[in-house]
């Protein structure tokens, strides 16, 4: 019983899996607007950035730091989105089906992830090249194991963050001001806005923040540069991961019941 | 002439009396430039060790709002579009008696009045904290200058609008837009510093003169000689009415592109 169950859930898993595939090669629009657009972000973010200190349009170290930032911001963006998505299976009356096949909403925005996935990896690798060739960025990767490892972690975060934010925003009027408004509060949060080139005492904040053992620390294997300790920094982003596991399965399971419960599933 | 004025004034309260509905979407367009700027400012704060001068903040903020206002023209019209395409309604409009210019026409006019609504507030919020009310008439003449600015920037929408029409995808069609306006348009930071053929990008595109003017105006060093490109602005709004008209009969109308 118990593998004919986890043979349906791996069932429902690729099937998403493969959605989401489909999803995102069936426009190729989209992906012709991110290699366009991709670029000009990056020029854009930076200079917004360092307006008030142009000097460290010399700083190669601060412009390197400033590159691995974006390319987790855009990552986090990403993921972000894929959340908001539930907003559409819900106009669309996706979820009705979602909650009629016994599937979890988790399983069920895998597919958005995947493009995400797709999304963060076509932009943030047009985002390194344009700020390697514009700024002068290194793409030299300082620690290149604990890169991979970190990133498979805040992919994996990001996928199960996204579910939990869905369940958050789902019921919102308007909730696309809620993931515009995170995505600058993120970066912040995050380690993406460099650490080292604030005083000390405001850096440590970040120490405060879980996404920045998520995200921050995909910067710090890439630059070299840690506010902690590199190993115990890998050890709480597990941590972090496995508790967003039982957060994300709680609250989307707490979801599912009051949708089927007060039958709003969908907008009509 | 009368019948098209009219039929355009129709559109237009249908439009914003819509508009008036989506209070969210206003809401967090006047937010929005507010939050940026600040978070900017505040980095810039962290990174010198002390606040950097207001002019610098009040320079992004007057920035963003025409950032959001650029961004707002270009989505407001691919997505009027994409809406028309998935209820039908473009069909029936295509079909009907009105020309779809005019309902064009009629999406930008709207989302520039909230454009300039926008400014208003936000633009107001600044002059005050920055020069508190010694700047207010220049603030208001400066408004105008940019209700003028925008009316270019129609031509622009014009040929999103086309485009939404045959490529389907309002979002990976104004994205671009958007990206390459926020860039080279001297809205966050001095083109200057800009790859010399970014700089040259953002010149020739109406959105860079919008800002100049409207931050010249405000403190008062914008004169005739200034506005002398200014007239060159309205080669998009002919422009882009012809590459709307090129598009329309040779992509939209006779291939029927106009369906869902």
Do not use: C
């Amino acid at each position: 019983m118990v593998l004919n169950l986890s043979k349906k859930v791996f069932s429902k898993i690729t099937t998403e899996i493969e959605r989401g595939i489909k999803l995102y090669f069936r426009n190729g629009i989209w992906l012709l607007s991110d290699i366009i657009s991709t670029p000009f972000w990056v020029i854009f973010l930076f200079l917004t950035i360092v307006f008030y200190a142009q000097y460290l349009l010399k700083d190669v170290n601060a412009l390197t730091s400033l590159m691995w930032g974006i390319f987790i911001f855009i990552l986090m963006n990403s993921f972000i989105w894929a959340g908001n998505s539930i907003v559409q299976s819900v106009t669309n009356g996706i979820v009705d089906g979602v909650i009629l096949t016994n599937t979890n909403i988790t399983i069920h925005l895998l597919g958005r992830s995947i493009m995400s996935v797709f999304d963060s990896f076509i932009s943030g690798i047009i985002a390194l090249l344009t700020a390697s060739y514009i700024f002068g960025s290194s793409l030299l990767i300082h620690n290149l194991p604990l890169f991979f490892a970190s990133l498979i972690i805040a992919l994996i975060f990001y996928s199960l963050f996204a579910s939990v934010y869905a369940a958050l925003i789902v019921s919102l009027r308007s909730p696309w001001i809620v993931s515009n408004v995170l995505n600058f509060i993120l970066p912040f949060l995050s380690g993406a806005i460099p650490p080292q080139l604030f005083p000390k005492s405001v850096a440590n904040i970040l120490l405060f923040s879980p996404f920045y053992y998520i995200s921050g620390q995909i910067v710090s294997a890439a630059t070299g540069i840690y506010l902690i300790n590199p190993t115990i920094m890998l050890i709480i982003s597990i941590i972090i991961t496995v508790v967003i596991v039982f957060i994300s399965n709680f609250i989307s399971k707490k979801l599912i019941q009051s949708m089927s419960k007060e039958g709003k599933a969908s907008l009509i | 002439m009368k019948k098209e004025f009219n039929q355009l004034l129709a559109i237009l309260e249908v439009e914003i009396k819509n508009l008036l509905r989506e209070r969210g979407t206003v809401g967090f367009a006047i937010f929005f430039p507010i939050l940026i700027s600040l978070s900017t400012y505040g980095v810039g704060t962290g990174i010198l060790g002390k606040a950097p001068n207001i002019d610098l903040w009040f320079y992004q903020l007057i920035g963003f709002t025409i950032l959001m206002i650029a961004i707002i023209m270009s989505s407001s019209s691919a997505w009027y579009v994409r809406q028309g395409l998935l209820s039908r309604r473009l069909e029936y409009l295509f079909a009907a008696s009105i020309n779809p210019l005019i309902i064009v026409a009629a999406s930008s006019i709207t989302s520039g009045l909230m454009g300039i609504g926008i400014f208003l507030v936000v633009g107001l919020i600044g002059v005050l904290v920055v020069y508190g009310i010694s700047n207010l008439l220049n603030f208001f003449l400066a408004t105008i200058i940019l209700a003028v600015s925008l009316i270019p920037i129609l031509g622009i929408n014009l040929i999103v609008a086309a485009t939404t029409i045959i490529g389907k995808e309002p979002e990976a069609i104004s994205q671009p837009l958007s990206a390459i306006v926020s860039t080279t348009s001297g809205l966050a930071y001095p083109i200057t510093i800009l790859p010399f053929i970014l700089q040259i990008i953002g010149e020739v595109m109406p959105y860079y003169y919008a800002a100049e003017y409207v931050r010249a105006m405000i403190n008062g060093y914008l004169n005739l000689v200034n506005l002398e490109s200014f007239p060159f602005l309205f080669i998009y709004l002919i422009g882009g009415y012809f590459i709307y008209r090129y598009f329309e009969y040779n992509f939209i109308r006779k291939e029927g592109n106009y369906g869902a």
